[in-house]
């Protein structure tokens, strides 16, 4: 019934038509009227920034009294209003990351216990959004953020480091803006929906501690200044009263989203998990075994079935090539299901951009890998190298999207027929 390029596009098609669904506009369409604002000063951070506000200014238009959008570089599309606009370093915070915050801080001191910030935010926000802690300088934070990032650390413990760190986050950004108030739509990328660790959480009461940074630092070998550990020892407020926030999106929504349209297709869909969030050549791995057992034994579910995956799997970064998580899943997927047919896996950040490259995540079947070795390539090796980017570019593996404007984590879809 499906020739591999019909799978292959039915499978793109679910993956993207998910992603279209969790779209903040209409969440944020849906939230605003409900919470009755009058004169806001809207503040929206992270990659969805740009869709979040555009969406809140259809709803308020002149209740905005002023604008300012936060988001990465490449993520916005044109002026709203007469909004400020920022473009910013991800994952690593740059000069332009410090110069709008600098910004939305000299606009929120101005604030009295009359005034309310409409604080949109998504993930991306912990490099999109910071003012270095006191004695702490741009540089120390970009070479910390680098080595936690390649370092296996989770978004949880590089974010509690982060947290210490900084003017504006772990609910630093809301004590700032007291007596004001903190109205805040959350779009969430971290497994649980944690609102202390999506974007580091600015407005939101921290639950870690100076020791959980310090021990987060100790585990993955990072070593640190005397500032900066002065800086650690600071302690995050626990405790706020201003702040009013509302979750608007997540990886279920996207995998409830794919579920539904994978069954509309006519296939045996079903959820395994919402938090993968293990290494990614692991799950890649795993991944593949359950689609084998598919494949050949009916089970768990029986074909043409739909396997959906939601989390935020993490990569210990060891070789020099180029790739991101979901590029590093679908390789280590494609050499446990070579040579097989009627399976096809697809992963990929809803963001649109999968680790420090072009590509949302990969695209893999039984030939990929075969494909590889028939050019004399390894797939092996390129995975050992971490270089999934140019094995999946190699063998017509890449899945790019471009940024989608929204974030809520990782997709995984196996079709098995
Ligand atoms: N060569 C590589 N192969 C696989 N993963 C990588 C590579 N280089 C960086 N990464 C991973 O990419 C992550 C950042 O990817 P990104 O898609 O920007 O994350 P997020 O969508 O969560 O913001 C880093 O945490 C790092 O683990
Ligand atoms: O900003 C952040 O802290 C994280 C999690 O919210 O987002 P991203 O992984 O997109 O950088
Ligand atoms: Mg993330």
Redesign the pocket.
């Known amino acids: 019934m499906f020739d591999p390029e019909s799978l292959k596009k039915l499978a793109i098609e679910i993956v993207k038509k998910s992603i279209e669904a969790v779209f903040p506009d209409r969440a944020v369409k849906e939230t605003l009227p409900k919470l009755n604002l009058d004169r806001v000063i809207l503040v929206a951070v992270g990659k969805a920034a740009w869709r979040m506000a555009k969406a809140a200014y259809e709803v308020l238009g002149e209740k905005i009294r002023k604008g300012v959008v936060v988001t990465k570089y490449g993520h916005s599309e044109g002026l709203i209003d007469d909004f400020e606009i920022y473009e910013a370093g991800?994952?690593v915070p740059d000069e332009n990351t410090i110069k709008a915050t600098e910004r939305v801080l000299e606009l929120v001191d101005q604030l009295n216990e009359n005034d309310t910030v409409l604080f949109l935010l998504s993930?991306?926000g912990s490099s999109l959004f910071e003012l270095p802690a006191e004695g702490v300088s741009l540089e120390e934070i970009q070479k910390l953020t680098s080595a936690l990032?390649?370092s296996g650390a989770s978004?949880e413990e590089i974010n509690t480091v982060r947290k210490h760190l900084s003017q504006v986050k772990g609910g630093r950004f809301a004590e700032r803006v007291f007596p004001a108030k903190v109205v805040a739509l959350v779009l969430s990328?971290v497994l649980g929906d944690r609102l202390d660790v999506i974007a580091s959480g600015p407005a939101w009461p921290d639950n870690s501690t100076s020791e959980d940074a310090l021990k987060v630092l100790e585990r993955y070998g990072i070593e640190i200044s005397e500032s900066v550990k002065r800086a650690i020892l600071r302690e995050t407020p626990k405790h706020l009263s201003n702040v009013e926030i509302d979750l608007i999106g997540n990886v279920q929504k996207v995998c409830d989203e794919a579920k539904k349209l994978a069954k509309e297709k006519g296939f045996n869909a079903e959820i395994i998990t919402t938090s993968l969030d293990c290494e990614a050549r692991e799950a890649g791995r795993f991944i593949a075994s359950i689609m084998k057992e598919v494949k050949f034994k009916d089970r768990p579910l029986k074909k043409p079935a739909a396997l959906i995956f939601g989390g935020?799997t993490?990569?210990h970064?060891k070789g020099n090539?180029?790739?991101?998580?979901n590029?590093?899943l679908a390789l280590s997927a494609a050499i446990a299901l070579e040579g097989i047919e009627g399976v096809i896996l697809c992963s990929a950040?809803t963001?649109g951009?999968?680790?420090?490259t072009d590509a949302a995540g990969g695209i893999v079947d039984g030939s990929t890998a075969k494909t590889l070795k028939a050019m004399g390539e390894d797939p092996y090796q390129y995975l050992e190298n971490?270089?999934?980017y140019n094995a999946l570019k190699k063998s017509g593996a890449l899945l790019i999207t471009g940024p989608t404007g929204t974030n809520v984590n990782d997709l995984i879809i196996g079709l098995i027929v």
Do not use: A, Y
């Open positions: 991800h994952p993930g991306g990032l390649k978004i990328d935020e993490v990569v970064v090539g180029i790739g991101g998580r590029q590093e950040g963001d951009t999968d680790g420090p971490n270089d999934s």
